[in-house]
């Protein structure tokens, strides 16, 4: 039988060197992808000379698109409008997948049509040295919306979504140049249920300064709180999980409004601690 064919997003931006290990991982897998799709966010390195020599090396399909530095957010919603595949699975450039990750992913999702959004579990790097995860960060199954408001609970490496997903949802927000995949975990886990597959099918990679997560760590709070405002804000929460939202909405205003006053900027700590007493007196106290 034929494999279901699947469509692989890479973002990649001044990563030449760790494309290599990205890219053997897809063109090991023994369910063989039908593209790759490789887009380049504005790359100064020699990124482009190297993807576009793979092209006479594999016979997998490699697409090259490059596009000015928009952030993972415009290059992954790029990679998904030129996919020619019904599902897409996404791969940072400097992650890594077991053999058998698309095998096993794509089998589950086709065996549960359910579901269009399904991810993996992980194993965590740092330097290349093994992390344990902590139990608030080990992925879930099924409803996870509550997991999704306290942090980014799925691996951007780890996922593979039937792209119907992107017609309920939307794309990923291009304004957010971090978050953005809290933000797209949110949106799609308050209508869809995800699929989990239980094993370590995905490597991440952490621990450097040339991470997006690293560059933006001080602004994430407040680009979670963002993201969860706009969520309440579209009315498209039922009752039970607006409410779990303003709650989750009240713990970052009041971390990130402490914080602020702990670094010597009171006017926006008393902001943010002024509008998580606001927001908590709105909540029915039967749901507290």
């Not at 290599?20 to 100064?44: M, N, Y």
């Not at 993807?51 to 790029?78: D, M, S």
Request: charged content about 25%; hydrophobic content about 35%.
């Amino acid at each position: 039988m034929t494999a279901h064919p699947v469509s692989v997003i890479i973002p990649t931006y001044n990563r030449k060197h760790f494309l290599p290990r990205a890219l053997d991982s897809i063109f090991r897998q023994t369910h063989k992808c039908f593209e790759v799709i490789i887009v380049d966010d504005g790359s100064t390195d020699s990124t482009e000379q190297y993807v576009r020599g793979l092209k006479y090396q594999h016979k997998c399909n490699i697409r090259y698109l490059r596009q000015e530095n928009k952030g993972p957010a415009a290059a992954r919603n790029l990679g998904i409008v030129h996919s020619e595949s019904d599902y897409v699975a996404f791969l940072d450039s400097d992650d890594h997948w077991h053999k058998r990750k698309l095998e096993k992913q794509c089998s589950l999702l086709l065996n549960s049509p359910q579901f269009l959004i399904s991810h993996t579990k992980e194993k965590w790097l740092r330097n290349g040295i093994h992390l344990n995860q902590k139990k608030k960060h080990i992925p879930q199954h099924g409803d996870i919306f509550s997991h999704c408001l306290e942090l980014c609970a799925v691996g951007m490496s780890t996922v593979m979504v039937h792209k119907l997903l992107f017609e309920h949802v939307g794309l990923f927000d291009e304004s957010f140049r971090c978050c953005e995949d809290y933000d797209f975990w949110l949106r799609a886990s308050c209508r869809h249920q995800f699929l989990l597959v239980d094993s370590p099918l995905t490597i991440k990679e952490g621990g450097r300064e040339d991470q997006v997560s690293q560059q933006f760590s001080v602004g994430m709070d407040k680009l979670r709180i963002r993201s969860i405002e706009n969520l309440l804000a579209s009315r498209k929460l039922q009752t039970d999980q607006y409410i779990l939202a303003c709650n989750e909405l009240v713990k970052k205003y009041t971390i990130y409004g402490n914080g602020c006053l702990r670094h010597g900027k009171e006017d926006e700590g008393l902001y943010y601690l002024g509008k998580a007493e606001s927001l908590n007196d709105q909540i029915p106290k039967s749901s507290r």
